[in-house]
């Protein structure tokens, strides 16, 4: 017995317009929901509240992207089950190598102390890791490989959404940080959606780049910073923006080598005609 398909005439003429509201929706929706519940246990300036809204924010997260893919039932085969697990996280070994030996010479050399026994280190690192890959991944880059998977086009969403992710950082300027800073943060911020949309584009599946991301945020989370200081720009800051961006173009590369086999594997998760 088969389900009807629905009509997505919107999604169909503007597919641009429909993830770009997506993608903010997922950013604002879990922040909103999670702030009013943190608001209930004190708010985010104790314990509870912190944790409440960062638990809140993950799981409204995963309730929009359940949302989605049961909307676009029976064309969409989703991208929170097993298959594609294994592959996505082979794809990231690289980038994880990178990182943990970028990790290791920052306490060493730099003398940098990482707190890991901190709860809501970890906690922070995974929210921010859950609402922005299915924001930025799961739900945009998804809606646009729903029209563009062509083995031309398949590697464009990954890309632009990727380089919107860093380029959504500009607005950090709105909260008084340096122009410099903010700039470099943009640049590293690129890299990272890069390396993101393509192991997601490549495999498929949203577990991995969640992971990778919220571990990597958790990581860089821990290291302590005393307040009082003004952040500096030293060597290891430009060694940790070129690594990532460098990192994101060899990633764009690779998607771009294996395009033919990314191609059958969206045609494969979006059963509709392109």
């Given at each position: 017995m088969s389900t009807k398909k629905r009509k997505h005439i919107i999604t169909d003429k503007v597919p641009w317009l429909v993830a770009l509201i997506l993608m903010i929706l997922g950013i604002a929706v879990p922040n909103a929901v999670s702030g009013v519940v943190a608001g209930f246990f004190g708010g985010t300036e104790v314990t509870a509240g912190r944790i409440c809204n960062t638990v809140t924010a993950m799981l409204v997260s995963f309730i929009?992207?359940?949302?989605?893919?049961?909307?676009?039932?029976?064309?969409?085969?989703?991208?929170?089950?097993?298959?594609?697990?294994?592959?996505?996280?082979?794809?990231?070994?690289?980038?994880?190598?990178?990182?943990?030996?970028?990790?290791?010479?920052?306490?060493?050399?730099e003398g940098a102390v990482y707190d890991f026994a901190e709860i809501m280190v970890w906690l922070s690192g995974f929210a921010a890791g859950v609402t922005e890959e299915v924001a930025f991944r799961g739900l945009a880059t998804t809606t646009l490989l729903r029209k563009y998977r062509s083995e031309k086009n398949v590697w464009l969403p990954g890309v632009l959404i990727g380089v919107l992710f860093g380029a959504v950082h500009f607005l950090n300027i709105t909260a008084g940080d340096d122009p410099i800073i903010v700039l470099l943060t943009v640049i590293f911020a690129i890299g990272g959606g890069l390396v993101f949309g393509a192991i997601y584009t490549?495999?498929?599946?949203?577990?991995?780049?969640?992971?990778?991301?919220?571990?990597?945020?958790?990581?860089?989370?821990?290291?302590?910073?005393?307040?009082?200081?003004?952040?500096?720009?030293?060597?290891?800051?430009?060694?940790?923006?070129?690594?990532?961006?460098?990192?994101?173009?060899?990633?764009?590369?690779?998607?771009?080598?294996?395009?033919?086999?990314?191609?059958?594997l969206w045609h494969r998760k979006w059963n509709t005609i392109a």
């Open positions: 929009m992207m359940g949302l989605y893919t049961l909307w676009f039932k029976p064309e969409f085969d989703g991208n929170l089950g097993s298959d594609g697990i294994a592959k996505g996280f082979r794809l990231a070994v690289p980038f994880l190598v990178c990182w943990a030996v970028y990790f290791v010479l920052n306490k060493y050399v490549m495999c498929g599946n949203l577990w991995p780049v969640i992971f990778v991301h919220g571990l990597y945020d958790s990581i860089s989370f821990s290291i302590l910073e005393n307040p009082n200081e003004p952040i500096e720009i030293g060597l290891f800051s430009y060694v940790q923006i070129g690594i990532m961006f460098v990192v994101g173009i060899l990633a764009l590369i690779t998607l771009i080598r294996k395009r033919r086999s990314v191609s059958d």
